[in-house]
């Protein structure tokens, strides 16, 4: 669905995949599971939204685990994007054994264009804004970038990987505390009043795409929030991350 004036929801329960438009095509962040599911969601999601994912220029990768990369093959053969990922995480799928893998997960991407911390992605109005976030793979990559509310802008952080799920690795999880500290102090300085993730059951779009369909002219957007309850979201990931560090 259209959540905001330039940002489409196109994934599933489990794994989000969102179209940022611009004015020059559009920029996918992440590419669902698989090429069935790139298929069904996003070229046929993207054209029941009035788009047309022959405008996807970028699919802008978020970190090098199969069910944000998965459906590349796909989008890659039909629509020819160039598929962003940041530096670190393009080595992590060029090493012989990938640190996770899932018969559900399509084939990773063919190492194409590799982006470093502070880089910026610009494509005609828009600029997103890109951090290495490392913790939950070393090359994580948060967003931050603007959404337009019936043209009023707003400012989205969008956290790239959420989970320990590598296991008990101490100075891992505290490399991903302090990833969620930094990005925080990004997201304070810019007056960050979204949260989100690449999860819909991570940063409630689950619960706020039924609130947004039944909003009333007037009301607030369900996925705007107070700039200090956005804080309140990382302070959680930095502090629930370090505790399990100081458990270990
Ligand atoms: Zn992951």
Redesign the pocket.
Known sequence: MQVFDNLYFVGTGGVASWALKTSEGLILIDALNNDGEAERYIDVGLRKLGLDPADIRYLLIT?G?G??YGGQAYLVEKFKPRVVMSEQDWLELEKPKLEFSSPRWGQPPKRDMAVNDSDLLILGDTRVQLYVTPG??PGTLSLIFSVFDQGIEHKAALWG?T?LNFGPDRQRILTYSASAERFRVLAKEQGVDIFMSNHPARDGARERMPLLKQRQPGEPHPFVAEPADVQGAFELLRDCSYAQALKL
Request: hydrophobic content about 0%; overall charge negative.
């Open positions: 970190h685990h069910d944000h939950h793979t990987g989970g």
